[in-house]
């Protein structure tokens, strides 16, 4: 496999951010139903007078949830066209000034050319690019800060017993029809990913709809960054419609990575977490597809957990309804024993249910 250059010297996904309608309530979602810790907040009452922003942490995947306090700006916009949805990927880079200047000479879009942002507990550097649709990419140097997250944001610890995640996974994006090549060479000349898979229609097909997909991937910041695209079909794309809700490019799905999938499901699920269901001729069948695998196949099924197998090893994995009312932005839920896969065997019981859901939506 091709050494990636990492031109902008990535260190790490530093957060992702979402644009919702009621940041509040978002917060709360996500602390009881997904198990995360609230760290940060920002708002009136730490002089923000534009937004509130919660801080959201589990394990090493931190999540913002941020709302406008008025309806004017760029992010009443975002919500106002695209609904609840992930606005920035951000990462944390050795130097935001030459990061953003070869990301720029590179063709990137500036979103926010770098500028310093300090409160009593030091100091940052902090620029932003345009990705694909409106969402963008953070690029943040801490240099020698110590608060609990951004200048502006003050510690407001909430605790959760958790869910057992550790981690993001990878974070896929839908483009529109014929934009998958451009998106994914984008990342290559830009960011310094690597094409690592692609799936064409032929992997990704049930009787009628299909899509295509290429994973890019950058090991420095170990995440991965899957980019789908529609395929024609008899019938709607999952990702057109998506496309028609989110009305434009953006994040699709995020993986949250744990490594006790049956004890995050069984958290999830207690908390009211609904999950896609696949037939029981899924688990019928499982134990020939995937031979011996570590965990109780009956906890596996009364769970609704997939399986797959591949050369290097397994993985488990299930998928979230969206989780807001436009069926766009959902999650999945990832164990790896050896597999760095993408569960390609479950593509097509996981289509035919995100089929059942669209048809349901009356969007097939
Ligand atoms: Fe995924």
């Known amino acids: 496999m091709k050494m990636t250059e990492n031109p902008l010297k990535l ?27 609230v760290e940060a907040y920002a708002g009136l009452e730490t002089g923000r007078r534009d937004l509130s922003s919660y801080v959201l942490k589990q394990g090493n995947a931190t999540f913002v949830v941020s709302t406008p306090l008025s309806s004017s700006g760029d992010m009443s916009e975002h919500i106002r066209r695209h ?18 200047a070869y990301a720029v000479s590179q063709g990137a879009q500036e979103a926010v050319r770098p500028r310093t942002l300090s409160d009593a507990m030091g100091t940052i550097r902090h620029a932003a690019i ?3 649709g409106d969402t ?35 974070i896929v994006g839908n483009v529109e029809l014929g934009k998958m090549n451009y998106w994914a060479e984008w990342y290559s000349r830009v960011l310094g990913f690597h ?21 890019m991937s950058n090991e420095a910041a170990a995440l991965k960054m899957p980019i789908n695209e529609p395929a024609p079909g008899r019938k ?16 699709q799905h995020i993986a949250l990575l744990t490594e006790d999938i049956i004890g995050t499901v069984e958290v999830l699920r207690t908390n009211g977490v609904s999950f896609l269901k696949v037939p029981d001729s899924y688990y ?30 397994y993985l488990l994995q299930i998928f979230t309804e969206p989780v807001e009312d436009r069926p766009t932005l959902f999650y999945e839920i990832i164990q790896r024993a050896g597999s760095r896969g993408f569960g390609k065997g479950n593509f097509r019981a996981l289509f035919e249910a995100i089929e059942r859901e669209q048809a349901r939506r009356g969007n097939l």
Do not use: W
Request: net charge negative; aromatic share 12%; glycine share 8%.
């Open 11 to 37: 260190k790490r996904l530093h957060h992702v951010e979402f644009l919702v309608g009621n940041a509040k309530q978002a917060a709360f979602f996500y602390h009881k139903a997904f198990g995360f810790r």
């Open 83 to 100: 609904g609840d949805g992930a606005r920035d990927i951000a990462f944390e880079v050795e130097d935001v000034d030459r990061a953003f």
């Open 130 to 132: 345009r990705s694909y």
């Open 136 to 170: 963008i990419h953070s690029l943040i140097s801490r240099e020698s800060y110590n608060g609990p997250f951004l200048p502006g944001y003050e510690v407001a610890v909430r605790e959760s017993t958790g869910a057992c995640i550790v981690s993001v996974d990878h």
């Open 195 to 215: 094409r690592y898979l692609t799936f064409d229609d032929r992997d990704i097909s049930t009787e009628y709809s299909a899509l295509m997909s290429i994973v």
């Open 236 to 251: 709607k794309s999952q990702i057109q419609e998506y496309l028609d809700f989110y009305q434009g490019p953006g994040v």
């Open 284 to 313: 019928e069948i499982l134990p020939q597809r995937v031979g011996a695998i570590k965990e109780d196949l009956k906890e596996i099924r009364r769970l609704g957990i997939l399986v797959d197998r591949d050369q290097e090893g």
